[in-house]
């Protein structure tokens, strides 16, 4: 039996392989949508006719609706429009601040210093001398050789 079977496959090896005839793939294709519900639905709607029909199909029972709806859509956009603000930027350029502005500016930075108080100096908040120092104590001697 065994010697059969490797015979069988043997020769099926052999033969070469022919396409399917359109008709038989349209027929397996069709028989396969109408065994399997999902499937089958899932391919209908790729087709454009089938699209079509089916787009037809939900928006023709309402269609006053469907304009109603486009109507608040239309609505909405256009209030939109009109709220908006159109008023011209103010300040294109800066200008300076006027003197009555800079005297209340330091007014107010003194009366801030005097209800914050005098600042603690610390160690690492000290200025440090501007002179530079050597890296180390060492003397370095140059010889003349």
Known sequence: MNEEIEQFEGRLSRQPFRPVPAEWREEILAEAGRASGVEGRA?????????????????????????????????????????????????????????????????????????????????ADRSKSLMPRPRSERNFEMSMT
């Not at 200008?95 to 603690?120: K, N």
């Open 43 to 123: 391919q209908q709607w790729i087709q454009p006719s089938s699209l079509v029909s089916r787009l037809s199909s939900v928006l023709w029972p309402h269609p006053v609706a469907w304009a109603g709806l486009a109507a608040v859509w239309i609505f909405i956009i256009a209030v939109d429009f009109s709220t908006r603000d159109h008023a011209p930027v103010v300040a294109k350029e800066f200008l300076p601040p006027s003197p009555q502005v800079i005297v209340e500016l330091r007014q107010q930075q003194r009366l801030l210093a005097e209800l914050i108080g005098p600042r603690e100096v610390r160690e």
